[in-house]
Structure formats: structure tokens, C-alpha cells
């Protein structure tokens, strides 16, 4: 017994003496536990910006197009604008950018209608033409910034322009692989009217609003699609068209059967841009009496008949004015997008793309041969085929983007100097 205790003492013994050790090693792991645990946070940050940068990447190749044609405008507009300064016709006010030569061949025509809308609201029944979500974000940016309306009617399309440029080419990437969808926004923004997108027009968000419908029917949210489209409706009128994509999404999804498609809660996303519409409409009749206010006023000089002409008008006419002579050179540019638009319908995964397409562009030939140009720059789902035929052709990649890239300078330049390329 003694000699077991003895034992026990001198075993307790050894354990109060490792004791400290014990208590210094467990410090030194807990210690090592907490750098471990901020490395491994630090790790987990990098990762996730990793994760970040890398989820974005595809984003990169928009956004160097978009920088690069947009330095191009810029510098093209200060150039020609330097050499040649005066204009064909002065009108409406070059406050602030009249300086700016690079800015100012960017704000012609409408630009100046959307400046007043943005500064003085509509004072008339005949400004109800220019639908309100244009004037609307200009006057927004210059209320809450300070920035002059003739610079915010620059920004405001531009912005929108870099998220169509970026939509535009997340859609094409979803339907055709990335060297078809390169070449298709590369030609989409070297079109011979696509520096409308830069200009103080509307364009550039019927295009970003439209690519976005289309974006979010595809992925099957058909409530926000329609949100998108109306949204894109209070823009520009002809955002309307690409409504026949959301129906064609929402046929693929769930067929023609009546009762699958019309009793489905989605099918309301057709109805939302309406309401968008509806609801421009009765502000046109609390406050003009009228709610196809925008109708009338189209029917009025300065736009009057001609605001209606189809490609028959045009073929018809015995007008040789300034405005007849510019149609005629839109036609060749415009019979190509049409091809596009055609050429989308012979694939079944572009159906969506072609009922936007071969709509829009059979409605503005029947009544849009005024602004056909810039109109046909719009229909952006037109140039994925062009895209797809091109990518397979690498010699002729830069005959085909040269040549528009050229037309795009004659027709700016002529657009910059008042000239009425409309």
C-alpha cells in the first residue's frame, strides 16, 4: 500500500510539474488557432474576389468595345467639328458643350427636343411625341447633381448603352458560342447608324430595356421581363415589338395549349408593358385631353406625314427633299439588318430573337422609312446570324467591320454638321 502511494504521489508529482508546460503549449495553440483562423479568413476574402472577378470576366470584351468605339466618336466629332465648324443649320441651344467639339457633334435634332422636355416639362401637347423616360432621367440627373442638362443628355444614353452592350452580349452567348457573339456586337457597334447610341437619342434605351426583357424571359422570368419592356416602352413606343419575344418565351415554355398558356400566372408579363403604355396615356389625358396625345402630335409639323411613311411612300414619292434624298441611303443599310432578322428564323433556339427581329423590322418598313436608320440599329438580334456567318470567315472580318466603321464616319460626320440624317 505504501509503495503504491508513494507511487500515486510521485505520478501527481510529475503532473502538477508538466502542468505549466501544458498551459503554455495549449497559449501557443490557441494562438496559432487565431492567426490560422484571420489567414484563413483573409484566404476565404480572395477567394471570394477571385470568385468575383472571375464570374465577370465574360464582361470584358463589352466593355473594351464599348470604351474603344466610344473614344472613337469622341475623337471623330472633335476632329471634323475643328476642321469644319459650321453647320448646315443652327438650331436649339449648344450650351456648355458648343466648347467641347468632342462632345458637342453628339447632340443634334432630337437631343435638343429632350433637353427642353428635361428642363421645362411638356409645356405643349406636341412634345408629348418624345416619350417621357428619356427627359425624365436627364432632368433627374441634373436635379440631383447639378450637372448641365446638355451634358446629362450625353451621360444618360451613354450609361445605358454600356449595360446594352453588355446584356446584348450575355443574350448571344446564352444562344450561339462566344466567337459568333464577338463578332455580332462588334458589327452591331460598328453599324453605319449605331452612333445614335452615343447621341442624346433615346436608342440606346429601347435597346438596353428590349435586350433585357428578352434576358429575363429567357431565364423564365417572364412578371420582370414584362416590368423591363414596359419600362422600355416609356422610352421609345417601338420597345413594344420585342414583346413578340416574351410571348415566343413563354410558347416554348409551355406550348400553345390554351389552356397551359393563357391560365398560367406569367402570361400577366405580356400584359405589365400595356399597363406602362396605359398609364402614359392617362397623363396625356388629364393633362392635353387626349390620351393618343402622341398620335396627334406626330400628325403635325414639323413631323406631320412624314413621321407615317412606309418603304411604298418613299418608292411613290415625287418629294426631293433634303429628308427624301437621306431616306434613300438608308435603304441599303437597312435591307441588311432585314436580312438578319430573317436569317434568325432558321434556327429553333433563336426563336425568341427572331419574333423580336422579323416584327420590328417589318414595322418600321411599313410605316418608320423616316427614321429607318437609326431604327434598324435598334433591331440588335439581327446581327447574331451576320455574327455567326462572319466568325466562320476570318479573312473577310475586317472588309466587313471596315466598311461600316466607314459609312458609321460619313454618316456621323454629315449627322454632326446638321445635316438631317435622322
Not at 448603352?161 to 452567348?173: E, P
Not at 464577338?182 to 435597346?207: C, D, H, K, N
Not at 456567318?389 to 479573312?395: A, D, F, I
Amino acid at each position: 500500500m505504501a509503495t503504491g502511494t508513494k507511487g500515486r504521489d510521485e505520478g501527481n508529482g510529475a503532473k502538477s510539474q508538466l502542468q505549466p508546460k501544458d498551459s503554455g503549449v495549449g497559449t501557443a495553440v490557441r494562438e496559432l488557432r487565431a492567426l490560422t483562423g484571420v489567414s484563413t479568413g483573409h484566404a476565404r476574402r480572395q477567394r471570394a474576389a477571385r470568385a468575383f472577378v472571375t464570374s465577370w470576366k465574360w464582361a470584358t470584351f463589352p466593355l473594351l468595345l464599348f470604351i474603344g468605339t466610344r473614344a472613337g466618336l469622341l475623337a471623330f466629332s472633335h476632329i471634323a467639328l475643328t476642321l469644319v465648324p459650321d453647320l448646315a443649320w443652327e438650331f436649339g441651344s449648344r450650351d456648355v458643350i458648343k466648347s467641347y467639339p468632342a462632345l458637342d457633334g453628339l447632340c443634334r435634332w432630337d437631343c435638343w427636343h429632350m433637353g427642353y422636355i428635361a428642363r421645362e416639362g411638356y409645356t405643349e401637347a406636341r412634345w408629348t411625341n418624345f416619350f417621357p423616360l428619356f427627359p425624365l432621367l436627364v432632368g433627374g440627373l441634373y436635379q440631383l447633381t447639378g450637372i448641365h442638362p446638355n451634358i446629362a443628355l450625353l451621360i444618360v444614353p451613354n450609361v445605358a448603352s454600356l449595360a446594352s452592350f453588355l446584356v446584348i452580349y450575355r443574350v448571344f452567348t446564352m444562344v450561339a458560342e462566344e466567337a459568333a457573339a464577338r463578332s455580332a456586337l462588334v458589327l452591331f457597334s460598328f453599324y453605319p447608324f449605331a452612333f445614335f447610341q452615343a447621341t442624346g437619342y433615346p436608342e440606346s434605351l429601347m435597346i438596353f430595356f428590349s435586350a433585357l426583357a428578352i434576358l429575363l424571359a429567357l431565364r423564365g422570368n417572364h412578371m420582370w421581363a414584362g416590368v423591363a419592356l414596359g419600362v422600355g416602352v416609356l422610352a421609345r413606343h417601338l420597345t413594344m415589338f420585342a414583346g413578340a419575344a416574351l410571348l415566343a418565351a413563354q410558347v416554348r415554355e409551355r406550348g400553345l395549349h390554351p389552356k397551359r398558356l393563357l391560365l398560367n400566372p406569367a402570361i400577366l408579363g405580356l400584359l405589365i408593358p400595356w399597363l406602362f403604355l396605359g398609364g402614359y396615356g392617362l397623363y396625356e389625358y388629364l393633362y392635353w385631353g387626349n390620351p393618343l396625345a402622341f398620335v396627334e402630335a406626330r400628325n403635325q409639323p414639323p413631323w406631320s406625314e412624314l413621321a407615317w411613311w412606309g418603304v411604298a411612300d418613299l418608292l411613290t414619292t415625287t418629294l426631293r427633299t433634303p429628308d427624301v434624298r437621306a431616306m434613300y441611303s438608308y435603304i441599303p443599310f437597312a435591307l441588311v439588318t432585314t436580312v438578319g432578322a430573317a436569317a434568325l428564323t432558321r434556327r429553333r433556339g433563336w426563336a425568341e430573337l427572331a419574333a423580336f427581329g422579323v416584327v420590328f423590322m417589318l414595322a418600321i418598313w411599313v410605316i418608320g422609312m423616316w427614321g429607318i436608320g437609326r431604327y434598324s440599329a435598334s433591331c440588335w438580334p439581327a446581327f447574331l446570324p451576320m455574327g455567326v456567318w462572319l466568325s466562320k470567315r476570318p479573312n473577310l472580318q475586317g472588309v466587313v467591320v471596315g466598311i461600316f466603321a466607314l459609312f458609321q464616319g460619313l454618316f456621323f460626320y454629315l449627322f454632326a454638321h446638321m445635316f438631317p440624317i435622322l
